[in-house]
């Protein structure tokens, strides 16, 4: 079991998502704004290794920003790329 927890994991948090024309990404340059499928207080993905975990609220304390965990995910609202319960 001590090695398990040795085991290092990338963790992710992914705000929202957008789909855009490979045309109009060639021209951004910087200052662009992709705007996001996701609203203020939506709950964020949170991704260990690229795979779906948990969502989360952004909390943010002085100039510290964090994720505090709410619930399990549900993938296939990952991949299908909703909100989801």
């Given at each position: 079991m001590s090695q398990v927890?040795?085991?290092n994991v990338e963790i992710q948090v992914v705000l929202g998502r957008a789909s855009l024309p490979m045309q109009q990404?060639?021209?951004?340059?910087?200052?662009a704004v992709i705007p996001l499928d996701a609203t203020v207080n939506?709950?964020?993905w949170i991704l260990a290794n690229n795979h779906p975990v948990?969502?989360?609220e952004?909390?943010?304390n002085d100039e510290k920003i964090s994720i505090a965990v709410t619930?399990?995910?549900?993938?296939?609202?990952f991949i299908a790329g909703?909100?989801?319960t």
């Open positions: 927890k040795a085991v990404l060639l021209r951004m340059g910087r200052g939506e709950e964020v948990a969502r989360g952004i909390q943010i619930r399990e995910a549900n993938v296939y609202d909703g909100g989801g």
